[in-house]
Antibody, heavy 121, light 106 residues
Framework: QVHLAESGGGVVQPGRSLRLSCVGS????????MHWVRQAPGKGLEWVAN????????FYGESVKGRFSISRDDSSNILYLQMNSLIPEDTAMYFC??????????????WGQGTLVTVSS | EIVMTQSPVILGVSPGERVTLSCMAS??????VAWYQHKRGQAPRLLIYGASIRADGVPARFSGSGSGTGFTLSISSLQSEDFAVYFC????????FGQGTTLDIK
């Protein structure tokens, strides 16, 4: 059974950095693309970033481009999100998600429970 | 960016009722839509992908339909465990989500 567990959230001051982790189990981690998605308090979901299997391709949402970096360690089944220059608008629950594939498209198949990031002075 | 608009935002329903939730895309996304159920403090759960394909283990009372710009998720007979937030995702062109529909007990 697929299991994704995020960690690394917390309270951080504006301008500081934070690194989130997501440990995957129950599937062949290295064979799947992975995503980060966030949900600010009272708001809808926002796609943040994704990394292809093998880590060759990475993509970012406009609101985090240049500040966040996604990476993966397939030897340890861990997905990372390095968040730099944090601003209050980055306050959100951050979810990692594993891709599923159908008809040559990738969708978000399995999700973790999320880790909360609060950016506040 | 493709905008996904869900309606209604909140729906008060009773157990046993049939409900239909809507998700409209600002441009055609083919059949590249998924639906999820989300309960507070839990991981979102995939219900439907490819607009109408039930994910593994999802009860038959859940069904999805639509293509192009209009999509629906139907629950044929609401069970107590179905009261949750439901959101749609288009994955045809990057990933964008609907704002969600909350099913509340009437």
């Amino acid at each position: 059974q697929v299991h994704l567990a995020e960690s690394g959230g917390g309270v951080v001051q504006p301008g500081r950095s934070l690194r989130l982790s997501c440990v995957g189990s129950g599937f062949s981690f290295s064979s799947y693309g992975m995503h980060w998605v966030r949900q600010a308090p009272g708001k809808g979901l926002e796609w943040v970033a994704n990394i292809s299997y093998g880590g060759i391709n990475v993509f970012y949402g406009e609101s985090v481009k240049g500040r966040f970096s996604i990476s993966r360690d397939d030897s340890s089944n861990i997905l990372y999100l390095q968040m730099n220059s944090l601003i209050p608008e980055d306050t959100a629950m951050y979810f990692c998600a594993k891709e599923g594939y159908f008809a040559n498209f990738a969708y978000l198949h399995s999700w973790g429970q999320g880790t909360l990031v609060t950016v506040s002075s | 960016e493709i905008v996904m608009t869900q309606s209604p935002v909140i729906l008060g329903v009773s157990p046993g009722e049939r409900v239909t939730l809507s998700c409209m895309a600002s441009q055609s996304v083919g059949r590249n839509v998924a639906w999820y159920q989300h309960k507070r403090g839990q991981a979102p759960r995939l219900l439907i992908y490819g607009a109408s394909i039930r994910a593994d283990g999802v009860p038959a009372r859940f069904s999805g339909s639509g293509s192009g710009t209009g999509f629906t998720l139907s629950i044929s007979s609401l069970q107590s465990e179905d009261f949750a937030v439901y959101f749609c995702l288009q994955y045809d062109n990057w990933n964008t989500f609907g704002q969600g529909t909350t099913l509340d007990i009437k």
